[in-house]
């Protein structure tokens, strides 16, 4: 069974600090990477995505992709209050056009000022 | 507004009774996904749609649940004979297609059931 794995937190980091937010995935065959921002009581917003090895980054965000480790990162740098939410990671698992997205738990960051 | 419009945000049902929550996708997407979430849960896929066509249904239960998405109109998401085990958040996310494309979310309905 594919699976997606995040530690569930809460991760604490202080204003101005940079967050690094991880996950590992079970599908060696996984295609594409996303990071999704969720407020309680909200639905998942968009926030990264990432299809080949390396770094992509934009504004405060960095997503970190590793295929052979099978790990994916979000760095969140100068880290706000308005950041505390939870990050849920997805992975997408084939070459099959609009398949599924198999989501972890998703881990609670929170940003004190 | 452009984004994947969900309705009603907020249903409650006695048990027995059925249940339609509808999403109509972004503009220009003909991909409709649905997914669950329990709570303290992770968000689960239930199914996968395009125009008049199930792709997948692979994590909808087999009983009593069952989706659409008709040429015209909005996707429908039925769950019939409802219990307890139904209450949860049910996100429908749409795409423009292609395993690299991402999928956006609506706001949900929240189902209640009494």
């Known amino acids: 069974q594919k699976e997606v794995e995040q530690n569930s937190g809460p991760l604490s980091v202080p204003e101005g600090a940079i967050a690094s937010l991880n996950c590992t995935y079970s599908d060696r065959g996984s295609q594409s990477f996303f990071w999704y921002r969720q407020y309680s009581g909200k639905s998942p917003e968009l926030i990264m995505f990432i299809y080949s090895n390396g770094d992509k980054e934009d504004g405060r965000f960095t997503a970190q992709l590793n295929k052979a480790s099978q790990y994916v990162s979000l760095l969140i740098r100068d880290s706000q209050p308005s950041d505390s939410a939870t990050y849920l990671c997805a992975v997408n698992g084939g070459n099959q056009a609009g398949t599924a997205l198999i989501f972890g738990k998703g881990t609670t960051l929170s940003v004190s000022s | 507004n452009a984004g994947v419009m969900q309705n009603p945000r907020h249903l409650v049902r006695r048990r027995g009774q059925e249940a339609r929550l509808r999403c109509s996708p972004m503009?220009?997407?003909?991909?409709v996904y649905w997914y669950r979430q329990l709570p303290e849960e992770g968000l689960k896929f239930m199914v996968y749609?395009?125009?008049?066509?199930?792709?997948?249904e692979s994590g909808m239960p087999k009983e009593r649940f069952s989706a659409e998405f008709p040429k015209e109109g909005p996707s429908i998401l039925r769950i019939q004979q409802v219990v307890r085990g139904d209450s949860a958040a049910y996100f429908c996310a749409s795409s423009p297609g292609g395993f690299s494309q991402p999928q956006h979310f609506g706001d949900g309905t929240r189902l209640s059931i009494l």
């Open positions: 503009k220009g997407h003909s991909h």
């Open positions: 749609l395009q125009k008049e066509n199930i792709i997948d």
